[in-house]
């Protein structure tokens, strides 16, 4: 005999029900109810998930003349020890996108001393850039205007850039965003 059985509860078989105990109506509602609720929690806990498992770039790292993919790949590559191939899944583009972009990055000579981080920085999740129908700049400038609530003379001196630049990228963001 096997001393060491592994016991578990097969969620498959296992059923929460308080139909029996409760008259046919009421059961059947309170069953439903609790169906409900743990969809529910299970989407809780896969969003609680992702946001914790979806890396936070800082802001600081945007503060360049490079293009923001560019400091982006870089950033994920040399900082986050990441393949190119893992980058441009998570960028959802394709790999030779992502290595050119690299290669560009290293011929203007981005500096890594510019990835410092901040205590309590800005942070923009690396997923809000899968976003393929803007562009980079253009998921940042909206992120930081849109979550941050931040000024786009604010978002400027972030980055580096002329508050109307700012404000013509998020005016693009905007107008492709409109519903047609």
Known sequence: ??????????????????????PN????DIDRLIKEKFILFEQEIRQV?????????PISVFRSKSST????????HEVENR???????????????????YKRSVNKKVVLSLFTIEKNQITIPLSQFAQRIFSPLEVL????????KLSFTEIARLLSLSPKTIWTVY?????KNAPK
């Open 1 to 22: 005999m096997n001393k060491h059985k592994v016991t578990y509860i097969d969620s498959n078989k296992t059923r929460i029900s308080l139909a029996p105990a409760l």
């Open 25 to 28: 109506r009421l059961g059947q």
């Open 49 to 57: 998930f992702e946001r914790n498992n979806d890396p936070q770039i």
């Open 69 to 76: 993919l560019e400091i982006l790949v870089k950033y994920l």
């Open 83 to 101: 393949k190119f191939a893992d980058i441009a899944l998570l960028l959802q583009r394709d790999p030779r996108t992502i290595w050119h972009a």
């Open 141 to 148: 400038v909206s992120y930081l205007r849109e979550q941050y």
């Open 171 to 175: 005016h693009r963001y905007q107008h």
